[in-house]
């Protein structure tokens, strides 16, 4: 089983040797989740201060601070993301005046112990004791709890993009349906209440008539699989499904035989992640490319790269393909976006209280 990346933007991710297949650990909680847990643990429901600011020269903030011992702790929110801080009390300076009537150290000394690229100066101290539950809202609203994963199958002889999109489930293989089983069951989309990664659930089947869907730790994934939608006898590109698994992240593709794929006939500019996935004894042998830009994320692919079909071999793929996607979110296709959101949710927030 072999890609060939030609002019591609994709590269082929390199196995570890000391990689093993696991089931689901720590890596699959999303920052925003870490941070989450972490003020609710250090912070929430204990007195801490909170700082806001609507503009400095890392745009909007939101600082937590708490004194937890004789250690200080901070969540520091802004545009880029969330940081988690901590310093001794005995390494921030506080005059002897401040010690004396236990005033505690001034702001701009005890942002610059966590980090002198703290602007300390537009930071303003926040009492409203609602402010907690709003930031924690905040970062819950960051929450990812679906993805949308494309599914495309190749036949023996096919080799790029407009071939595979070209194939009908009436003519796929055993192999092929027993993997979409594997993937998650198979629903009527006719009157579905799940997530619907924007496929017509009102019956009037534009976007076919069943689809393949799980529920997985937590979180609703809705594959669109490329057989299962419509097929344009008229359309050789087959734009219909092209729409859909043209803007997933992350496209998985099913393969008969181990004939090397042309990964430069991938067109689109929203796919980042490609999971190539070949029948290989009692399991599947696994390669995965991402597109430049992707950094590197965990699990690792074990060599050989080969997973089984039990529930354990299930939740590593499962969960290489969620921290693949995520790891997406890091690329400059995406990354500017999701600091527009921060921003503007940490806005709202600082504008909120700083009238």
């Avoid at 976007?207 to 809705?222: D, F, L, N, P, R």
């Avoid at 097929?231 to 035989?257: A, F, M, T």
């Avoid at 992707?294 to 692919?301: E, Y």
Wanted: glycine content about 8%; overall charge neutral.
């Amino acid at each position: 089983m072999s890609v060939v990346v030609g002019n591609s933007d994709f590269r082929p991710l390199q196995n570890n040797p000391t990689a093993k297949i696991t089931g689901v650990h720590e890596s699959l909680l999303q920052e925003c989740e870490k941070d989450i847990i972490w003020y609710r643990e250090n912070f929430f429901g204990k007195p801490h201060d909170n700082y806001l600011a609507l503009e400095s020269t890392k745009g909007p903030l939101a600082i937590s601070v708490i004194l937890d011992g004789g250690v200080y702790k901070a969540l520091v929110r802004s545009i880029e993301g969330s940081e988690r801080l901590t310093v001794e009390a005995s390494a921030v300076y506080q005059s002897t005046h401040r010690k004396l009537f236990k005033m505690g150290p001034k702001v701009d000394h005890l942002m610059s112990a966590f980090s002198s690229g703290i602007p300390a100066r537009s930071l303003s101290l926040v009492k409203n004791p609602g402010l907690a539950n709003e930031l924690l809202s905040m970062e819950e609203r960051q929450v990812i709890r679906s993805y949308k994963f494309g599914v495309a199958y190749c036949t023996a002889s096919q080799t790029t993009e407009a071939e595979m999109m070209s194939n009908r489930h009436e003519t796929v293989s055993q192999g092929y349906k027993n993997f979409l089983q594997f993937l998650g069951e198979t629903i009527e989309l006719r009157g579905w209440k799940g997530y619907r990664a924007g496929l017509d659930v009102s019956g009037t089947n534009q976007t076919g008539t069943h689809a393949v869907y799980t529920k997985w730790q937590g979180y609703e994934i809705m594959f669109h699989v490329a057989t299962m939608l419509p097929y344009n006898e008229k359309d050789k590109q087959q734009l219909e499904r092209k729409r859909h698994l043209g803007n997933d992240i992350v496209v998985i593709v099913y393969q008969d035989s181990d004939e090397p794929f042309q990964l430069s006939t991938m067109s689109s500019h929203q796919n980042h992640i490609l999971a190539f996935v070949r029948p290989e004894g009692d399991g599947y042998r696994f390669v995965c490319a991402v597109k430049q830009g992707v950094p590197t994320f965990i699990p690792d692919i074990p060599d050989p790269p080969i997973f089984g079909k039990d529930a354990v071999s299930r939740d590593y793929f499962l969960h290489t393909l969620v921290n693949g996607e995520r790891a997406s979110y890091k690329s400059a296709s995406f990354a500017p976006k999701i600091s527009r959101t921060r921003s503007v949710l940490l806005c709202d927030v600082a504008s909120k209280h700083l009238k």
